[in-house]
């Protein structure tokens, strides 16, 4: 489940309005491709685009196509129908995929958040290399690096950031590497004198959550750590560090990884795991996506599966500021002392309005005892003439093994889920209701960062409570406690210390996000263009938002995925103390810079969009 408060109206899609202007096509040609600039040792080489003399030639492309067995994709922006006749049947079949995130990870030109005001826009590359083996991945990294071309790696598209979307770029797009397989007793190469036998999964790096949860837990009955919203890719989400529904109890999701295939620049393939390349294998873990190589495999340890799973649900209002300033202290006092621990998870929002609502999960325990751990709080809400309930308290608990079970969920909880309605889609494709509300979406601003637990002491917990009120006079504040390891088990939190995210994680009981967007905007579509300055006055007031909350931590961590485009300290706030190792590892198996990210490892030697080596930047 993601929960995000939004205050927007989305585009309105049947608002056939025509694009304002002409797509942005292949172009802008490089004054001069061959530049070349020395960073330290290393001589770095401008990128090719299409329009350069040094693009590949037509039969160049011609013998990848067929080196590839066909598996070359030439791009074109996906509305460009729209942008030719706005009312056609194609761009009408164009528009529709945009209701249905599955239809939307179909599409090789189209990416999850369609765009940032005035940070990055979704284009489509040059071409895709559809990869269905590693095979094709070392043809496509080969192609990449002996052409000098901008490569851009795509899975699950979930991209907030805009990291896995590049013009005049050549695209790996992993999709439909999408096998899984469980192991009984997995044994990672190389490490059996030093590495039990356990029970495991391998995903392909194409596949989404959803596949590896009906694999792993409604047909295998066991637990895998991933993500939170099913159609999050895998190799995304590992690299990111990881975050799931339950991470309270299992840790992050990076932490589980056992093994990976990867391909390094230099066409190699290769295993990372704790014995055969661990520095990779390290770097792989939370080190930020598409930096070091392109993953094609990923093995991660399952679990038993606890017996329930549960969510439960609360809005109040509180009827004066007095009132919600007492609200927002019991409520942190009360999380503190019944609910930071590995049964509790998801989030608590803070609203303006003087409003909360709770939105949280829980595990291993019965209804009844979920019930009981609220009692107090909710008796203390009665006892106060001071609060209206806006949503009177709801508390479910299901089987664990039916929690990601499509045909269980459409039958006792259809509220909950929306399934892939195409003919031909995997019975098992259901996403949660609330993230269909991101499919395309458009940012406005987006802040994150880690509250360490201190703040929940006697001596702190006014000071954090008086923030929260603060912020939530400019926006809404969502505490995700699932992607803070406050009150993890110990073993958890062990196994996460020795992944690359921001040790920050390590104790915080919450990250805190301030978001905004609104409907899809990519180029070309139909409906409205978005209003750029109420967007803009949006960003300033999560801007705000943000600020007071930092007032109680300041340099706060964080999390690599769900963070500022604008951030400045970037290094810091995704890695803290990791981030030499991590240029390190990245000059060890990258020393030419061919996987760039935007804010990713070694990205200071590079211009914002990657094409071009920066002059005076440090050999990072
Ligand atoms: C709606 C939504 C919900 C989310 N929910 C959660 C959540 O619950 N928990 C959480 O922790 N995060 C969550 N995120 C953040 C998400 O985990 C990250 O954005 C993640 O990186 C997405 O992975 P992807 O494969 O879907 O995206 P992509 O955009 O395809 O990839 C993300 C990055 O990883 C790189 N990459 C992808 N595949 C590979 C590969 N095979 N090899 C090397 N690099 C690769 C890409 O180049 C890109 O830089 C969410 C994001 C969205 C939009």
């Known amino acids: 489940m993601h929960f995000i408060e939004r205050r927007y109206s989305p585009t309105k899609r049947r608002d056939l ?3 304002a202007a002409t797509l942005p096509l292949l172009a802008s040609t490089m004054a001069n491709s061959l530049a070349a600039t020395t960073q330290g040792t290393k001589r770095f080489y401008s990128r090719v685009r299409p329009a350069d003399p040094d693009w590949p030639s037509a039969n160049l492309w011609v013998n990848l196509r067929e080196q590839l067995g066909g598996r070359l994709l030439k791009l074109d922006p996906p509305f460009a129908s729209c942008v030719a006749a706005h009312g056609s ?3 009408i079949e164009a528009m529709r995929h945009l209701g249905n995130t599955f239809e939307i990870g179909d599409q090789p030109g189209l990416t999850q958040t369609s765009g940032w005001v005035d940070a990055w826009t979704s284009q489509p590359s040059a071409y895709a290399v559809a990869a269905e083996s590693t095979a094709d991945v070392v043809a496509a990294v080969n192609f990449a690096r002996q052409h000098r071309l901008r490569l851009t790696i795509k899975g699950g598209g979930h991209s907030y950031q805009g990291t896995s979307s590049a013009p005049d770029s050549l695209l790996i797009w992993t999709r439909h590497m999408n096998e899984v397989s469980l192991h009984d007793s997995f044994v990672p190469q190389g490490c059996a004198a030093k590495i039990s036998p356990q029970p495991a999964v391998t995903l392909g790096a194409g596949a989404m959550w959803i596949d590896a949860y009906d694999a792993v837990s409604t047909q295998g009955g066991r637990y895998v750590q991933g993500g939170g919203c099913t159609t999050v890719g895998v190799a995304g989400l590992i690299q990111s560090g990881g975050f799931g529904n339950f991470s309270k109890k299992y840790g992050t999701a ?5 093994e990976a295939q990867v391909v390094t620049a230099d066409g190699v393939v290769r295993i990372a795991n704790a014995c055969t390349n661990p520095e990779l294998f390290w770097a792989l873990k939370g080190g930020g996506g598409g930096g070091f190589g392109v993953v094609t495999r990923l093995t991660l340890r399952t679990r038993d599966l606890p017996d329930t799973f549960g969510a439960v649900f609360l809005s109040v209002k509180a009827t004066s500021d007095e009132a919600y300033r007492d609200l927002l202290a019991k409520l942190l006092e009360f999380y503190r002392d019944a609910l930071l621990n590995p049964g509790w998870g998801e989030q608590i929002g803070f609203h303006p309005g003087n409003r909360i609502s709770v939105s949280m999960v829980f595990q291993g325990m019965p209804e009844s005892l979920a019930r009981q751990t609220w009692q107090p709080f909710l008796d203390w809400l009665s006892a106060h003439a001071s609060y209206v309930i806006d949503k009177p308290f709801e508390c479910i608990a299901l089987p664990a093994q039916h929690f990601w079970d499509a045909t269980f969920m459409k039958r006792y ?8 309605t195409r003919n031909d889609a995997p019975p098992h494709h259901v996403l949660w209701k609330g993230d269909l509300e991101q499919a395309g979406w458009f940012i406005h601003g987006y802040r994150s960062a880690w509250l360490p637990a201190s703040l929940l002491m006697p001596d702190q917990l006014a000071k954090l409570a008086d923030a929260i009120f603060r912020s939530t006079r400019h926006w809404s504040i969502g505490f995700h406690f699932n992607k803070g390891l406050a009150g993890s088990p110990a073993a958890e939190i062990e196994a996460a210390r020795d992944t690359a995210t921001n040790p920050a994680v390590l104790d915080a009981f919450a ?6 967007g609104s409907g899809p905007q990519f180029p070309g579509m139909l409906g409205k263009p978005v209003d750029s ?3 803009r006055e949006q960003a300033r007031a999560i801007a705000l938002a943000m600020e007071e909350l930092l007032k109680v931590v300041p340099n706060a961590g964080s999390y690599v995925s769900e ?3 604008f951030l400045k300290q970037w290094q810091s706030a995704f890695w803290g103390e990791h981030h030499p190792r991590l240029a390190r590892i990245k000059r060890q198996y990258d020393p030419e810079g061919l ?3 935007r804010h990713g490892i070694g990205s200071e030697g590079w211009s914002e969009d990657g094409f071009t080596p920066l002059q005076d930047a440090k050999n990072v």
């Not at 990250?511 to 905004?516: P, R, S, V």
């Open 563 to 565: 963070s500022d485009y």
């Open 254 to 258: 990076a932490a589980g990884l056992l």
């Open 17 to 19: 309005l025509k694009a």
């Open 89 to 91: 049947a194609a761009c």
């Open 511 to 516: 990250l805190a996000i301030i978001a905004g």
């Open 413 to 420: 909880a259809p509220d909950f889920i929306v399934a892939d």
């Open 595 to 597: 996987f760039f990210t």
């Open 533 to 535: 300055a109420s967007a």
